[in-house]
């Protein structure tokens, strides 16, 4: 199977629907060896932060020698984005060859009158497979959607939970409040197994603290005391961070947003527990994987000139770090905004918070057939600002939005990791042929 096999076959299984529960992925990773025992294993859940908590830790223990399996979801441009060893992508053959594997078990399975898996199964399959064959040291895994019933939480004890914001997402699935939705994320924590906390709203909090007491699970609980900023810019955050009797003098960390301060905290707690465990991560390696951290697709400078920052948030919390950011650093008048969401999430919410904030906005289509029509977005756009153009194709929609900034304004781009992928894709490609044309000019 090639690459372009694997993932035809991947895809394939979106007919088969969406379904929580472990049973099949269970009974899938069982006829594969259970892989996901052959190694240390992290597991991250959280409404949001979660993405950016799971680079910041597998960034470090990369930096203190070990071999890191991360497992992420969405991607933004290429699949194997998800899949990662070392911070370097599953190479397609490697794609391919695993996913073969899986398939034949999947054949096994349905053979014997057993569940087709989802596509989500499949795929945490693939990577819970592949981070066996390459003898990795610890995998820090990502979950998908919840927690409890999420296909990644099948490791019994894993070496650390930990859960970043939660919020408002997901809620036909996950529930209507916010014990509800902690409930269901606190599935990833585990009997006599530790588990990081990032701060959490009142109700959710409580929901945590019983099920952590009712599974003898140590808990701990990351404060804002922890944090002591010295500086947030454009260039990233600088500050001072505090564990126990550790202390942490000016770390930095290059993503954007002074949100990002609480999610290093959650990231550097959970390094600390495991050092406490007794797993030996350097200062060094505190410092340079703080410091190396990328995570795409999120407040993300894509281009200078003019300023493009590109972001995938989708929800009520993320679209309040991307306002809070925008008020920060820009005035309206400088701000063009392409913005595309899929009509399944809180479209009403995100326009209200970041349309005030642009002097135009460009209304287009992310790559997905949940997509909101422009049309219908522009509608809703206009009751926050004057000036709303609709743009289906997304790079007509950048290529307007950068004329309409100039060298000197700001574009961002948001609504959808969707189209914060094909936007990167489309701004990476043309800045290269820029690159060239003037090289060979």
Not at 178 to 197: S, T, Y
Not at 236 to 256: A, C, M, S, T, V
Not at 272 to 291: H, K, N, S
Not at 312 to 332: C, D, E, M, Q, R
Request: aromatic share 8%; charged share 25%; proline share 4%.
């Amino acid at each position: 199977m090639d690459y372009n096999q694997a993932l035809e076959y991947i895809y394939s299984a979106y007919k088969f629907g969406s379904k929580l529960g472990l049973e099949n992925i269970t009974d899938l990773l069982n006829r594969l060896g259970n892989p996901q025992n052959k190694y240390k294993y992290i597991h991250v859940a959280g409404t949001n932060g979660k993405g950016s908590v799971t680079s910041m830790i597998s960034h470090i223990l990369y930096e203190a020698g070990y071999k890191v399996g991360m497992f992420t979801s969405p991607y933004l441009e290429n699949f194997t984005e998800r899949i990662q060893v070392n911070l370097k992508e599953m190479p397609n053959d490697d794609l391919g060859n695993v996913t073969q594997m899986v398939k034949e078990k999947v054949e096994e399975m349905v053979a014997e009158g057993r569940n087709h898996p989802t596509v989500f199964e499949i795929i945490t399959a693939i990577g819970l497979l592949y981070f066996a064959q390459q003898q990795i040291d610890i995998a820090v895994v990502e979950v998908g959607l919840g927690g409890r019933f999420d296909a990644t939480n099948v490791v019994d004890k894993p070496l650390l939970s930990v859960i970043t914001a939660i919020d408002f997402d997901h809620m036909d699935v996950l529930g209507s409040t916010l014990g509800e939705i902690a409930f269901e994320k606190a599935g990833i924590i585990k009997h006599g197994r530790p588990v990081v906390v990032y701060p959490q709203q009142s109700e959710a909090s409580s929901v945590l603290r019983q099920v952590s007491k009712d599974r003898d699970a140590f808990l701990y609980e990351v404060s804002e005391e922890q944090i002591s900023v010295k500086e947030s810019s454009l260039e990233g955050n600088f500050f001072d961070f505090r564990y126990k009797d550790r202390e942490y003098k000016d770390l930095k960390l290059n993503l954007i947003g002074e949100h990002q301060l609480l999610n290093a905290a959650t990231a550097l707690s959970a390094i600390e527990v495991i050092r406490d465990m007794g797993v030996q991560v350097p200062e060094t390696a505190v410092y340079q994987g703080m410091a190396n951290t990328k995570w795409p697709g999120r407040l993300e400078k894509v281009c200078k000139k003019p300023l493009i920052i590109i972001d995938g948030a989708h929800n009520a919390a993320g679209a309040n770090v991307l306002a809070n950011t925008i008020s920060k650093y820009f005035n309206p008048d400088q701000v063009t905004l392409v913005l595309g969401i899929l009509k399944d999430k809180e479209v009403d919410v995100v326009v209200s918070k970041v349309c005030p904030l642009a002097h135009t906005i460009i209304a287009t289509r992310p790559d997905s057939h949940r997509a909101m029509e422009p049309s219908q977005l522009s509608s809703k756009a206009l009751k926050y600002c004057d000036k709303v153009i609709t743009e289906p194709n997304i790079p007509n929609a950048i290529d307007k939005a950068i004329d309409i900034a100039g060298h000197e304004g700001i574009v961002i781009i948001c609504g959808s990791l969707y189209l914060a992928g094909s936007a990167r894709s489309y701004i990476k490609n043309k800045e290269s042929k820029t690159t060239a044309a003037i090289r060979d000019y």
